[in-house]
């Protein structure tokens, strides 16, 4: 419910400017926090999400073996604003069953792998706020 007050904002800044008009004065300031204007929305995290993909992708390959198709592994990593790693961790992997539990180990790994070879990865400075923490989820599709 954050979008609320900033929508309460914007409308009383609005509503400011068009009396402000009305009367033929300057508009006044607006009171919107840079920390809000900076807040990115779907698109802009959906558009960087697919950068990062696009940059990790040449480095995965995904583990051969039975039932190795099934997993998917998710890691987070966290960059620094140059977008150098300076965390990465794999956070779980679905998929496995008893006959494809030794995979698991190396489908992370390859994950782990694929993040460090693409890195330092190359986004827009001014997102910075929407990329520093970033989770991919590794799996076959993203081989081809």
Known sequence: MALLPLLAGLIACLAASVAAQAA?????????????????GRAEHARLALEVIRQVKPHWKAPAGAGAEQMQTTVELTLSPTGEITNVEPIGTTGATTATAALVKRHQDNAVRAIRRAAPFRLPPQSYDAWKV???????RLSK
């Open 24 to 40: 033929g004065e300057a508009m006044p300031p607006t009171r919107t926090s840079e920390a809000t204007m900076r807040q990115p």
């Open 134 to 140: 970033i989770r991919l989820t590794f799996d076959r």
